[in-house]
């Protein structure tokens, strides 16, 4: 059983920064493939960012060249950090992990409990 934690979130004003945070225990973090996915009020979850047990990225188009999603194998622990924020940008931030890479789709088996981005204009 993975257990995932999540960290880092805050309520930031537009063109600001924040890094997420996620550490992963019950498992050998470098045999899993981890995401982050954000859900906003009234909208569908969506992927933002994912990297797999090789170190490979996906990004979602709406925040290319503004996130960057890393890890530390050493902590077994999962980054996102956020550059250039937007007010859209704001939504409930989970991290996913599962020894299947699922990229951006949302069939990830193991889910934190989410922590919460507020960007204000």
């Known amino acids: 059983q993975v257990q995932l934690v999540e960290s880092g979130g805050g309520s930031v004003q537009a063109g600001g920064s924040l890094r997420l945070s996620c550490a992963a225990f019950?498992?050998?973090?470098?045999?899993?493939?981890m995401g982050w996915f954000r859900q906003a009020p009234g909208k569908e979850r969506e992927g933002v960012a994912a990297?797999?047990?090789?170190?490979?990225?996906s990004y979602a188009e709406s925040v290319k060249g503004r996130f960057t999603i890393s890890q530390d194998n050493a902590k077994n622990t999962l980054y996102l950090q956020m550059n250039s924020l937007k007010p859209e940008d704001t939504a409930m931030y989970y991290c996913?992990?599962?020894?299947?890479?699922?990229?951006?789709?949302?069939?990830?088996?193991?889910w934190g409990q989410g922590t919460q981005v507020t960007v204000s204009s």
């Open positions: 996913a992990a599962d020894f299947f890479d699922w990229r951006l789709s949302g069939g990830y088996n193991y």
């Open positions: 990297i797999d047990s090789d170190g490979g990225t």
């Open positions: 019950g498992y050998s973090y470098s045999s899993l493939c």
